[in-house]
């Protein structure tokens, strides 16, 4: 049987709640990315917590959107990361703009293309406007194709 675990970075707490009721309905581990300042204006992120993905097969990785881009708490846990080769990796975003290419598609490219670089591979990524009407469709699709591992 195929391990799931879900690691996050949340500021407000949106991300957050997507990541906890991903992780009920998959009945994955679920694990909060820490740093030492949450300051979306920080230039050197210093982590406190490191979730560790090395026995898990599935991987989703959540972040909420900062500045047009994925947070840098998010990018600097990622960059760390030593290897994730042969790891199914699904990833969300959360934000505020009205369309997604205002920030939600750029921030998911920038966490695939590191991902890439740490040789794995991404299978989904998503997307969720906060402001929408249809978020709760949204999440519940979302959750709906990570099933499908």
Same mark, same amino acid.
């Given at each position: 049987?195929?391990?799931?675990?879900?690691?996050?970075?949340?500021?407000?707490?949106?991300?957050?709640?997507?990541?906890?009721?991903?992780?009920?309905?998959?009945?994955?581990?679920?694990?909060?990315?820490?740093?030492?300042?949450?300051?979306?204006?920080?230039?050197?992120?210093?982590?406190?917590?490191?979730?560790?993905?090395?026995?898990?097969? !599935?991987?989703?990785?959540?972040?909420?959107? !900062?500045?047009?881009?994925?947070?840098?708490?998010?990018?600097?846990?990622?960059?760390?990361? =030593?290897?994730?080769?042969?790891?199914?990796?699904?990833?969300?975003?959360? !934000?505020?703009? =009205?369309?997604? @290419?205002?920030?939600?598609?750029?921030?998911?490219?920038?966490?695939?293309?590191?991902?890439?670089?740490?040789?794995?591979?991404?299978? !989904?990524?998503?997307?969720?406007? @906060?402001?929408?009407?249809?978020?709760?469709?949204?999440?519940?699709?979302?959750?709906?194709?990570?099933?499908?591992?």
């Amino acid at each position: 049987m195929m391990k799931t675990k879900v690691v996050f970075y949340s500021k407000t707490g949106n991300t957050e709640s997507v990541a906890k009721r991903i992780a009920s309905v998959l009945n994955a581990d679920i694990e909060r990315i820490y740093a030492v300042s949450d300051d979306p204006n920080i230039f050197n992120v210093e982590l406190m917590l490191i979730p560790d993905v090395k026995n898990v097969d !599935h991987v989703i990785f959540g972040s909420p959107v !900062h500045g047009f881009s994925v947070s840098k708490i998010m990018n600097a846990y990622l960059n760390q990361l =030593p290897d994730l080769k042969g790891k199914t990796i699904d990833l969300f975003v959360t !934000h505020f703009f =009205p369309y997604a @290419w205002m920030g939600g598609t750029r921030s998911l490219k920038q966490m695939r293309d590191i991902i890439a670089y740490k040789g794995g591979t991404v299978r !989904h990524m998503v997307s969720i406007n @906060w402001k929408n009407r249809k978020r709760e469709m949204d999440i519940m699709n979302m959750i709906s194709t990570f099933q499908n591992v």
